[in-house]
């Protein structure tokens, strides 16, 4: 299929209705490797970039708007992409990590109820996927101005993934602002090697990948990715992309550097 970086698609789904008992978010992340590819907003500025508080608010408030919901028999991906839709939420799914937890896009799940919200709804769905109490449930937590759904470990590695120079030279500034900016992407089932040249084209920076060391994160040119964020910082995304199309069992795991303003696609 095509890459869709700069528009996203609206998907339909059948609308109904469901009522859960809540069952809350996950804690914030505790690091930010978006922080450095966000510019700070000068104190006392008014109409800068909302602020990381700011964003989270947002995206609580839209997890928590009361919506209507039938799932008959209904995947996983549809009732995600459907409370995309109504909530106006980024939601960000890890499917490599959640598989290890027998979670799949096209995982079924049957709920009726009169209303519903997707803070509610979502760890429920999943639950009834997974089909045993006993075992580990997946990891939702808001990041910046997105909801995520991992695992705990899963969540902590891709954390680790960003490699700043210890003493940036000017080149590094101006890359870390081509990164800072913000902009929608829309991949589905798209080759990585095709996405790196979406953010080349979009950033203008060079970006390089040594596939041979990628190799050892599960990582190479033809490796699907999907992944949708209607508005995030590239470099928070590229990371992200990354991270969800690499194996989470690998030994290695993939990393990007930014040395001489260039970015360093890479593994540790």
Known sequence: MS??????????????????????????????????TRPAEPEGAKGGPATPVEERRKVEKQLAAPVPLVAEGRSLSLLLDYFRNVSGANILVDWKALAALGLKPESVVTMKFPQTTAAEALPLAMRLAIGDDKKPRPRFEIFRNAWMISTPASLARWQRELDLPAKPIDADRQALAKLAEELPICFEQNKLSNVLDFYRNITGLTIKADWDVLKGAGLEEESPVSAFWKSAPGGTSLLWVLHAAADPDAKASPKVEVRNGEIHISAR
Do not use: E, F, H, Q
Not at 6 to 35: C, E, F, K, Q, W
């Open 3 to 36: 890459l869709k970086g700069r528009t996203m698609r609206n998907r339909t789904a059948l609308i109904a209705g469901l009522v859960v008992a809540s069952m809350g978010l996950g804690a914030a992340a505790s690091i930010d490797p978006a922080a450095v």
